[in-house]
C-alpha cells in the first residue's frame, strides 16, 4: 500500500541515516512556510490598517485647488496647509485645553482605578463578586445613552462649561482599568501581603509601597488608555464646554470651514495629523511598559 504523502514517517534506529536527515529538514521547511505565510498576512493586514493614514497625509498636502480631484496624488505638495490649519483656529489653545484635560483626567483615573482593583482583588466583603459584575456590565452600555442624563446632573449642579466633570470622572474611575488591576493586583501571594501586616503595615501603606511600586507596567497601561478616552472624545467637550475653552478635537472637528459654512479638506487632514503627534509619540515612549501591562494584567 503507497504511504500516504501526510502520513508521518517514524524514525527508528533501524531507518537509514539519509532518511533521519531528511525528516528535520522537512519539518524544518513547514515551519519556514508556516512563518513566510504568518508574515505575508500580518504584512498585509499591516498596509490595510495604514492606508487610511496614508490617505490623511496625502489629503493634508493637497493644494486648495485640488480638493475636489479625482486624481490620488496631488500634482505638487502643499505644506503650507500645516501652518494654516494652526493659523485658522486658536490651535494652541484648544491643545493646551486638551493636554490638561486628558492629563488630569488620566492620572485621577489611573490612582482611583488601583484603589477600586486593590479592593476588589484583596479584600473581602459580601457582595464583591455582584458589585463587580454590576461594574463590569457598565462597559456594554452604550455612551449615547447616558449622554442626556449625564447633561441634565452636570446642568443642575452648574459644572457645564467647567473642567469639573472630568475631574468627577476621573475620581470615580474606569471599568476597564479596574478590571486591569483586579486581575493584576489578584495573582499576587498572599504570603506578600501577611508579610506585610505582620510588620505592622496597615491596607493603605501596603496599596502604597507593595502593590503600586510592582505594578508600573500596568499604571503606564492605565494612563495611556484614559489619555487616548479624553483625547480622542468629540462628543463630551462639544456638550459640556464652550467655545472658549473647548478641545482639540472640537476644533479640528468643526473649526475649518469657509466664511460660506463649506469645510477645508486639506486644512481639515492637516489638523488631523498635527491631532494624532501627541497620542502616537506618547505611544511611542509607553510601548514597553503597555504591552507588558496587558501581559501582566492576565489578558493574554
Known amino acids: 500500500m503507497a504511504l500516504k504523502e501526510s502520513q508521518p514517517i517514524a524514525v527508528t534506529p533501524s531507518t537509514p541515516a539519509h532518511t533521519r536527515a531528511a525528516v528535520p529538514k522537512a519539518a524544518g521547511r513547514r515551519r519556514s512556510r508556516k512563518r513566510l505565510l504568518v508574515f505575508t498576512i500580518l504584512l498585509v493586514v499591516s498596509v490595510l490598517m495604514l ?15 485640488e480638493t475636489s480631484s479625482d ?27 486638551s493636554l490638561i484635560l486628558a ?37 456594554m452600555v452604550p455612551q449615547i445613552v447616558t449622554l442626556i442624563p449625564t447633561y441634565l446632573l452636570f446642568a443642575n449642579l452648574g459644572l457645564v462649561g467647567t473642567y469639573w466633570p472630568w475631574v468627577l470622572w476621573g475620581s470615580a474611575g474606569a471599568p476597564y482599568a479596574i478590571f486591569l488591576y483586579r486581575q493584576f493586583f489578584s495573582s499576587f501571594p498572599k504570603e506578600l501581603e501577611e508579610a506585610a501586616v505582620i510588620d505592622g503595615a496597615g ?16 499604571l503606564v497601561t492605565a494612563f495611556v488608555l484614559a489619555f487616548n478616552v479624553v483625547w480622542g472624545d468629540f462628543i463630551a467637550p462639544n456638550l459640556l464646554l464652550d467655545q ?27 489638523g488631523a495629523v498635527l491631532y494624532l503627534i501627541p497620542v502616537i509619540l506618547l505611544f511611542l ?14 489578558l493574554k
Open 244 to 270: 472658549s475653552n473647548t478641545t482639540l478635537a472640537v476644533g479640528v472637528g468643526t473649526g475649518y470651514v469657509m466664511g460660506q459654512g463649506f469645510p477645508l479638506p486639506n486644512l481639515i487632514a492637516g
Open 51 to 65: 492606508l487610511p493614514f496614508v490617505e490623511l497625509l496625502i489629503g493634508s498636502l493637497r493644494p486648495s485647488s
Open 203 to 218: 491596607r493603605i501603606r501596603i496599596f502604597v509601597q507593595i502593590f503600586l511600586p510592582l505594578s508600573r507596567p500596568l
Open 285 to 298: 515612549a509607553a510601548q514597553r511598559s503597555y504591552v507588558r501591562g496587558f501581559a501582566n494584567s492576565g
Open 71 to 97: 486624481t490620488w496624488l496631488p500634482s505638487t505638495l502643499d505644506w503650507r496647509n500645516y501652518a494654516d490649519a494652526v493659523k485658522v483656529i486658536p490651535f494652541w489653545r484648544y491643545g493646551r485645553n
Open 103 to 139: 492629563t488630569v483626567n488620566a492620572l485621577l483615573t489611573t490612582i482611583s482605578s488601583a484603589l477600586v482593583g486593590y479592593g476588589f482583588a484583596r479584600l473581602r466583603a459580601p457582595g464583591k463578586n455582584l458589585l463587580f459584575g454590576l461594574l463590569i456590565s457598565t462597559m
